[in-house]
């Protein structure tokens, strides 16, 4: 008995039942599947007949329960920084175990595999799968909206992370296998690690082919689906009547010409807010669409038009979560198909994106440091397929090609707490 890996996985329990009390049965699904997880070691000790060395087990139980309690909890979402201390964790525990497999194989059948090859194969494997994991995460982004990669500094800043975490370990792992593991252990890791080659290794020789064509079938599928999946994307309605210059005071009249095509839009003395009235976990907050001046289409032919709003992203608690996203919204053809200039003041980035039936494709992207609790200008000029993003008078990026620009106008913002937008203007014609 590990008592060590059982604390761990009481721990998982533990999280199920508190999530199960608290009525939150999606976390209560995802601790009990952390729990479920964390036995691999058991299974496999019975079927290869080897009893698994302390500090294996350890390490597995360990990963899964630090990556299932955050899920279920939602503290990558709590924490703005927490993904940038577990996932590199994981990596790590992950280039750690394949080192020690590794060694124990090669003491334990008299291999000649030099130490540091091994070291290096550990360190491949955990990199491996760290950036395996962003692609997950994209894929989650491309085919579902999860909001998963925030950004392409987040992505990239998970891989360095995830990198540094799989070297350090690597040098780590190696240490304790030859200061601190006993003959005994070594032995028990190179015999799991026996197993553990013997089985995929048969498979591939009687049935290599077979594999191989399946799995070149399965990423041609996913390359058809990425496509398939933006397909339909509505065309801008006929008889639509040409959008005209207009001002929206909020403060003064919150509702004034509007019309909510997604989310929860109300009152407040800062001005028309989108808020979460049905409180959503942290992590699941959806985009909001207003629509300014409703039924009208701007950018008709080519004409020029820019639209201008005062925003204020309010600082969630901590216990809310972290989201504090604005923008503006053109070329708006329903709730889920329109372009999109938006600031984030949690990820610091001014991004363009497209949306199309709900999920967001990015166009462009650049860092840009605002603050929640302060109020910004954010302004869209658009020129045909050519859009212009500026912050506070301040042109950032020019970005040509941007498809369906022509169409309705509005305000957008995703936020934990409430994001909210005091005015807006609408000009229309050259030099707008």
């Known amino acids: 008995m590990h008592w060590e890996s059982w604390l761990l996985r009481l721990a998982l329990l533990a999280t199920a039942a508190y999530q199960v009390i608290t009525g939150n049965r999606a976390g209560a699904t995802v601790a009990a599947e952390g729990f479920v997880v964390s036995l691999v070691p058991l299974l496999v000790g019975r079927l290869s007949k080897t009893h698994i060395p302390r500090p294996l087990e350890f390490a597995f139980v360990l990963g899964m329960a630090l990556q299932f309690i955050s899920e279920s909890t939602k503290l990558f979402e709590l924490f703005t920084y927490w993904d940038k201390l577990v996932h590199p964790t994981l990596v790590a525990l992950t280039a750690m175990i394949g080192a020690w497999l590794l060694l124990g194989y090669r003491d334990a059948f008299g291999k000649r595999m030099p130490t540091q090859l091994i070291g290096v194969s550990g360190l491949l494997l955990g990199m491996a799968v760290g950036a395996f994991w962003e692609f997950v995460e994209f894929g989650s982004d491309w085919f579902g909206d999860a909001n998963l990669q925030k ?5 990239l800043t998970d891989i360095m992370s995830n990198d540094i975490g799989a070297f350090v370990a ?3 792992g190696l240490w304790v296998y030859t200061h601190m593991l006993s003959q005994n252990r070594r032995r028990e890791m190179g015999a799991i690690a026996r197993w553990l080659g013997r089985g995929p290794s048969r498979l591939f020789d009687r049935h290599g082919r077979l594999i191989g064509a399946v799995v070149a079938s399965v990423f041609a599928l996913i390359l058809f689906l990425s496509q398939w999946v933006d397909r339909g994307e509505p065309a801008l309605a006929n008889g639509l009547p040409v959008g005209q210059s207009r001002t929206w005071d909020f403060v003064a009249q919150p509702s004034g010409d509007t019309q909510v095509l997604a989310g929860d839009w109300v009152p407040d003395e800062r ?3 989108r808020v979460n009235l049905e409180q959503p976990k942290p992590g699941s907050e959806k985009p909001g669409v207003l629509e300014l001046a409703p039924g009208s289409a701007y950018g008709v032919d080519g004409q020029p038009f820019s639209v201008q709003t005062r925003y204020f992203e309010a600082r969630p ?3 809310q979560g972290t989201e504090m996203d604005a923008g503006i919204a053109f070329g708006i053809r329903d709730a889920q198909d329109f372009d999109l200039l938006e600031q984030s003041a949690l990820h610091d980035i001014l991004r363009l994106d497209h949306y199309i039936h709900g999920k967001r494709r990015d166009l462009r992207e650049k860092l840009y440091r605002t603050h929640g609790n302060e109020w910004h200008t954010l302004r869209v000029d658009v020129a045909g397929s050519t859009v212009t993003a500026s912050v506070d008078g ?6 040509a090609g941007v498809p369906d620009t022509a169409g309705g106008v509005g305000l957008w913002a995703r936020a934990a707490a409430a994001t909210c937008f005091s005015d807006a203007h609408v ?5 707008s």
């Open 151 to 155: 950004s392409n500094a987040d992505t």
């Open 170 to 172: 690597t040098l780590f």
């Open 271 to 273: 001005g028309v807010c």
């Open 317 to 319: 608690p901590v216990s």
């Open 394 to 399: 301040q042109a950032i990026y020019t970005v």
């Open 427 to 431: 000009t229309v014609g050259a030099g």
